[in-house]
């Protein structure tokens, strides 16, 4: 068994060290002019620009301990602020070009929890969670180390 569950995983096998870190992000109209941006140094007011094939997604908010998975208007207008001051042709973007907002809970941890698990029922499972916001850049390599640890258990 694989135990995948985000921030679940603290109700499911008590896990007190995780907690959810609240992001939000909108999708807007992908233009030409849009370019690739990331500052992290006002956090939990984190601003980035990520442009993609078919739109362009901004953000965010980097909220720990905060677990409302509601939309904020406050935290929508402020993104929109801090994008056009850091990418200032974002300036032009009026309603119809914000796609959708999107808010999700980031299972964090002091340190992400990738490790297999004796239970009592002799059967193990093999936790991979509290990635918080590097679940991207981690997402390859932990599923990888899973994929070893999951094949060390099967017969020959």
Not at 7 to 27: C, H, I, P
Not at 104 to 121: I, N, Q, V, Y
Not at 124 to 147: F, K
Request: proline residues 4%.
């Amino acid at each position: 068994m694989v135990n995948c569950s985000g921030v679940g995983a603290r109700d499911m096998v008590g896990d007190s060290e995780l907690y959810a870190t609240r992001g939000q992000t909108l999708k807007i109209r992908r233009k030409p002019e849009h370019r690739a941006v990331w500052e992290m140094s006002t956090k939990p007011l984190v601003t980035h620009i990520i442009p993609r094939e078919s739109d362009t997604v901004i953000g965010g908010v980097f909220q720990e301990h905060h677990y409302s998975r509601f939309v904020d208007p406050l935290d929508t207008e402020g993104i929109l602020q801090r994008c056009r001051n850091l990418q200032p042709t974002l300036g032009t973007l009026n309603e119809s070009d914000i796609l959708s907002v999107s808010v999700g809970l980031r299972p964090t941890r002091a340190r992400l929890r990738l490790e297999s698990e004796k239970l009592l029922s002799r059967s193990t499972v093999t936790h991979n969670y509290g990635h918080g916001s590097c679940i991207w850049s981690l997402s390859w390599g932990c599923a990888e180390a899973v994929r070893g640890q999951v094949q060390g258990m099967l017969p020959l």
